[in-house]
Each structure stands twice: as C-alpha cells, then as structure tokens.
C-alpha cells in the first residue's frame, strides 16, 4: 500500500531503492503520526470535512493503534510503504470508508514533518531528563569531593593543583550551557508544520492554528513553503545541539580513560564496568568510556553529514531528505545510552586520595610559592624568575601545604549554588507539562 498508488505498479528495484530503510526506522515515529492524526482528525470534524459518526468510529480506532505502540506490538507489514501508510490501513480495516478520508488536506509531506516534529519533542524531552540526572550527580560527587586535591594539566604537563571538585563541576557547568544550545533547536523543533501540504498549502479550508494548540506547539511554522523548508535544517540544528552535550559527554569519557589508566591511578572504576584481555589476566579495561567517547565522536559529526545532504537544494521537496532520517533518528538513542551509561559508572567510580604525594607532582606548587612572594611584595616577575631558577638548578624544595583559593569559581569556591541555580534556571524555559498536557487530552474522547 503507497499513499501515492495511482493503480499501477514500478519496477520492483525501483521501489526498494526508493523506500530505503523508511519502513525499518519509521516505526520510531508510529506514536507521533498517531498523535499528528488524532489532531488532524479533531480539525477535520471541527470545519465539517468529518462527520460526527466518521469521528466515533476513527478516534478509538487511532486510540488502540497508540495503544499497540506503546505496548510495542505495532509493525509496519511486508508490503507497506511506510508508517503513514500502515496506520491509514489499520484505519480502513477497522473504519472502513472513513478511515480513507484522515489523509484530506494533509501530504506525506507535511505529515512526515509534524512525526519528526513530535518524536523529536519527545526525544530532546529524555535527553533533557539524562541530562538533568549526570548534571545532579556531577554536582553531588563535585561537593562530596572538593577538597581531595588532583594535579591540573596544561599539554598534558603537570600545571597546578585542581581537585576532583574542580573537576566534576565543571562537566556539570558544562552541561547547563549546553541547555543553550538544546533549548535553542528544542524551539525550532516547537512550531506546527500541519496544513503546509507538499509546501504549497491547500484548497481545503483548513484550520492550522487550532492543530497548533491541539499538539501544544508555541506557534505555527507560518509560511507554507518555509514550513516545508524546515526539513533538514531542524534536523541539523538539533543535531548539533546534541553535538554540544556530546562535546562535554566525550570529553569527560577522555579524561576517565586517563584518569583510570595506571599511569595516573587517580580513579577506580568499579570491576563490574571494565572489560578483561584474553591473554593478560591483569587487565581492567575502561570500555565504556571509551565506547562513549567514539560515540560522541560519531555525535560530533552528523550535524555535517546532515548538511551535506541538503546542502544546495532549491526551495520544495526532494527525497534526498529522504536518507536524513538514517542519520537523525538514531542518534538521540546513541546520546542517551552515552549519558546513562556515564551516569552509571561514575556513580560508584572510587576517587584516590592523597594524590600529590607522589614526587612526580613536586613542582605543582610552584605557582603557589611565586603568588606566596608577590604578597610579600616581590614583583611578579622577580618572583616568577627566582622560582623557576630554583627549579633548573634542581634546589627546589616544597611539600603539601593549604591552599587559600578564595575567588569565584576556584578551588576554595567552586560556586556550586550558582552553577545548579544556572541549570535549574535553564530547564524551567521547556514547557514539557503543557506539551504532555496536550498530548493526553488528544487521547480523550470529546
């Protein structure tokens, strides 16, 4: 079955080149052409294109087939072209002749752009929540360690003192100004693209704004050829928003892989999370963070594959757009499963202390005895040069000592109040309640 059949057949390489992996990957948004449609149908009784019988008959109909989706039983059957096109058959065995009439005034178009839409939605909505989570987590091991002293590194180099403080903070300060760029697409993700058709309107006399208010979208996608030509651009900008926590998430997976290599030894992974050799018995491997780094690698990448494909494309259709969903669906799962395997691990990963005892952090306080002289009132530069000609002839002598780190966001003030109060702030802009709201009252009958 094909929403475009005309009643006669193509050849059969022809229809497999074409359809691709649509029928695979569009069961992921089965649950959102059910709600697009169940705001559709509302729209279509309301300017009289359904009856009020036609209604009783498809909105339980729609119903149950979300109910098949969220059990997990719906399947798209061999010979079906797509979601749409399997849910409009579920309809018709079901309805009848009025499951025939749910595709008035909408394209395959404008009905694949709402699916993505609204699975998007949805998904930034659990990409929010894992975030929320590793965020919480980093800030409580942040404070539960601030004072458990680590070397920082600049090129790898032995720098100054840091702590794990320091460091889990600032991942989690991180993350919250990666809600910029996730609410950001998340309101490009949030207009109603529904009674756009093919990009060029329709005849029908639609009514666009009450599906916008039907869906809990904060506006409409107004021009009809620009709502079209939001595919492919919404993509890349979600993507790269997910590509901004992906830089953070990837990140923190690097300095795990190093932190926990015995070179270092200033983390114990749990053995539960590490990964054997076949031949050398002592091997605890950190596979996870290295899966995770390679997958935000990966991340990092797609907001440019995504725009090599519709990169020079005139205004309206093509099915290039076609092979974007290879790229886009997959992609919240791949950061999800990163942030909740991170979440994880670090919850029960072990922090060494007693760190900067090893002589090879010797020279770590280095700056520390040169700002010790400048409040004494030697010139910076004086100060810097005695110390580092103490340290080439080999003279150098120092120990553990107090640190008194008292600015903003320093070691001795990690402004851990601010940085969750930056978060919390951030997150409260997302009006998931409204858009759940509107969701469930679609599945009312009324």
Not at 288 to 300: D, G, M, T, Y
């Amino acid at each position: 079955m094909k929403l475009w059949d005309k009643g006669y057949s193509i050849d059969g390489f022809t229809e497999s080149f074409t359809i691709g992996k649509d029928r695979e990957l569009d069961v992921l948004l089965a649950k959102a052409d059910v709600i697009g449609s169940l705001a559709h149908l509302k729209m279509l009784r309301s300017v009289g294109l359904i009856s009020e019988e036609d209604y009783r008959h498809l909105h339980p109909a729609l119903v149950d087939i979300h109910g098949l989706v969220e059990q997990g039983e719906f399947s798209i059957e061999p010979g079906i072209e797509d979601v749409h096109s399997q849910i409009e058959l579920l309809l018709v065995r079901k309805c009848g002749e009025a499951g025939k009439k749910i595709h008035t005034g909408r394209s395959r178009n404008d009905q694949v752009l709402l699916d993505l839409k609204l699975f998007t939605r949805a998904a930034l909505f659990e990409t929010l929540d894992h975030v929320g989570r590793l965020f919480d987590l980093l800030m409580v091991r942040a404070g539960e360690s601030q004072d458990l002293l680590i070397p920082g590194y600049t090129h790898l180099q032995v720098a100054m003192p840091s702590s794990f403080g320091l460091w889990f903070s600032a991942y989690a300060e991180s993350l919250a100004d990666d809600l910029l760029e996730l609410k950001a697409a998340y309101d490009m993700v949030n207009t109603n693209p529904l009674g756009s058709g093919a990009g060029y309107g329709s005849s029908v006399a639609l009514n666009r704004q009450m599906t916008t208010d039907l869906l809990g979208f904060s506006g409409l996608a107004y021009n009809v050829v620009y709502a079209q030509m939001q595919r492919g651009k919404m993509e890349k900008n979600v993507l790269f928003s997910l590509a901004s926590v992906a830089t953070t998430l990837g990140r923190l997976a690097a300095d795990v892989c190093l932190f926990a290599c015995s070179n270092f030894g200033f983390v114990r992974l749990p053995d539960k999370y590490t990964t054997g050799s076949s031949i050398m018995p002592h091997k605890k491997n950190p596979d996870i963070f290295e899966l995770i780094r390679a997958k935000c690698n990966h991340l990092q990448s797609l907001p440019v594959q995504m725009a090599m494909i519709c990169t020079n494309l005139t205004s309206g259709y093509f099915r290039d757009m076609q092979l974007t969903k290879e790229l886009y669906l997959p992609a919240f799962k791949e950061l999800n499963d990163s942030l909740f395997m991170a979440h994880l691990v670090l919850r029960e990963m072990e922090l060494q202390r007693d760190i900067l005892n090893d002589p090879r952090y010797k020279y770590i306080f280095s700056v520390e005895d040169v700002n010790d002289r400048v409040m004494a009132g030697v010139p910076f530069r004086e100060a810097y040069r005695e110390i580092g000609e103490q340290i080439h002839r080999g003279t150098y002598q120092t120990g553990m000592r107090d640190l008194h780190h008292t600015h903003e966001g320093s070691i001795g003030n990690l402004c851990l109040e601010q940085i969750r109060d930056k978060f919390v702030q951030r997150k409260a802009l997302w009006d998931i309640a409204v858009v759940r709201g509107a969701e469930n009252s679609l599945l009312k009958f009324e």
